[in-house]
Nanobody
Framework: QVQPVESGGGLVQIGGSLRLSCSLSGFTLDYYAIGWFRQVPGKEREGVSCISASKDNTYYADSVKGRFAISRDNVKRTVHLEMNNLKPEDTAVYYC?????????????????????WGQGTQVTVSS
């Protein structure tokens, strides 16, 4: 069973930065596309950023373009989400999700229902 594990959340002031990490222990990361999603109470889970299993093709939601950066380190089996210039509206629980892509299609996946495995989430709170 693939189990993504998120870390790096916390409390940060407006304009600050955080780096989230998603680790896939026990499995090679090479054949998994990874997505970061976030959710606030009462709202649907929102796609933030995702990266393909190969070719490092990436997607960013309009709300985070220019502020967030996703990257992967297959050796360390970790995907990072660098979040800069954080705003109060970035406050949410952030989830990492993994989708098996055994053919390394180079595709990224934007919809939550496309993912096979989910982490437990990490809270990000941006305050003044």
């Amino acid at each position: 069973q693939v189990q993504p594990v998120e870390s790096g959340g916390g409390l940060v002031q407006i304009g600050g930065s955080l780096r989230l990490s998603c680790s896939l222990s026990g499995f090679t990361l090479d054949y998994y596309a990874i997505g970061w999603f976030r959710q606030v109470p009462g709202k649907e889970r929102e796609g933030v950023s995702c990266i393909s299993a190969s070719k490092d093709n990436t997607y960013y939601a309009d709300s985070v373009k220019g502020r967030f950066a996703i990257s992967r380190d297959n050796v360390k089996r970790t995907v990072h989400l660098e979040m800069n210039n954080l705003k109060p509206e970035d406050t949410a629980v952030y989830y990492c999700a993994a989708k098996n892509d055994p053919f390394n299609s180079g595709k990224y996946y934007q919809r939550p229902e496309e993912y096979d495995f989910w982490g437990q989430g990490t809270q990000v709170t941006v305050s003044s």
